[in-house]
């Protein structure tokens, strides 16, 4: 139970933190004006902590977001198939800065429409920075307040200045995360490693390769959701 205590710190740490930065932005800093953007996305598999949400079928999934100042609401859906067939997520948070730390404190809802005892709420805390103008470290946790688990990711990003083929804009990411169940669920960690490709402005094109630790038991079974996959996924945004 060691290490949920720690994950809860971090939790307190960092929402502390943003909560002073908030508060200690100065007034040009919080920029009033209202923003909309909506992104539409084809992936070959819906992978959420490292377990297939699509039985290992292709998704279509949207989402909705407005931003004003440092506050930020929105909406994402996709099509799942385990029991239901459509997954609709409510968010909204704030999104501070301070001496070059941007902070994430927000809460998020998903909702599977008739079957509401699925429904799960979730506090987000997070917090990364930018070294080098090209390589951002951060760290997320997330707290459900339902089901009274920790779950705890450490992501990097690296985005090369050059383009490639003076037509894509090309990073590289990975992540690592662990949950820590309640009572009764499984404790597991999971990961991911991939390339983005930027183009056209508004477009991605994005290859990931997903894994976890779960044994066939905790994934109902089988493995075949849970173990190593290569995703792929092309988004617009606008």
Same mark, same amino acid.
């Given at each position: ?7 809860? %710190? ?12 908030? $508060? ?6 919080? #920029? ?6 909506? &992104?539409?996305?084809?992936? &070959? ?21 407005? &931003? ?5 609401? @929105? ?5 799942? #198939?385990? @029991? ?5 997520? +409510? ?18 809802? *998903? ?5 509401? #005892? ?6 987000? /805390?997070?917090?990364? +920075? ?11 946790? *997330? ?14 990003? *690296? ?11 090309? $990073? ?5 995360? /662990? ?16 390339? %983005? ?14 894994? !976890? ?9 089988? &493995? ?7 995703? @792929?996924?092309? !988004?617009?945004?606008?």
């Amino acid at each position: 139970m060691a290490r949920r205590k720690e994950a809860g %710190t971090l939790t307190l740490g960092i929402l502390s933190a943003a909560l002073i930065a908030g $508060s200690a932005l100065p007034a040009h800093a919080q #920029d009033k004006k209202l923003n909309l953007s909506a &992104t539409s996305t084809f992936t &070959t598999d819906y992978v959420f902590r490292g377990i297939s949400q699509t039985n290992e079928n292709p998704a279509v999934q949207g989402e909705f977001d407005a &931003t004003y100042g440092i506050f930020y609401l @929105g909406m994402w859906g996709s099509n799942i #198939d385990f @029991g239901k067939s459509l997954e609709i997520d +409510y968010y909204g948070g704030i999104t501070p800065t301070w001496k070059g730390i941007s902070f994430d404190i927000g809460g998020l809802e *998903y909702t599977y429409p008739g079957a509401t #005892d699925l429904d799960v709420f979730e506090l987000k /805390t997070g917090a990364s +920075y930018k070294f080098f103008d090209a390589l951002t470290f951060g760290a997320t946790n *997330y707290w459900g307040i339902d089901g009274k688990y920790d779950v705890l990711e450490w992501k990097g990003e *690296y985005d090369f200045s050059q383009k490639l083929f003076n037509f894509f804009s090309p $990073s590289v990411s990975g992540l690592v995360g /662990t949950q820590w169940a309640g009572s009764g669920g499984t404790d597991y960690t999971y990961w991911n490693v991939g390339l %983005t490709l930027g183009f056209l402005d508004h477009w991605s094109a994005d290859v990931r390769y997903w894994d !976890s630790d779960l044994s066939a038991a905790a994934c109902g079974g089988s &493995t075949a959701n849970c173990d190593g996959r290569v995703v @792929g996924t092309v !988004s617009a945004s606008f």
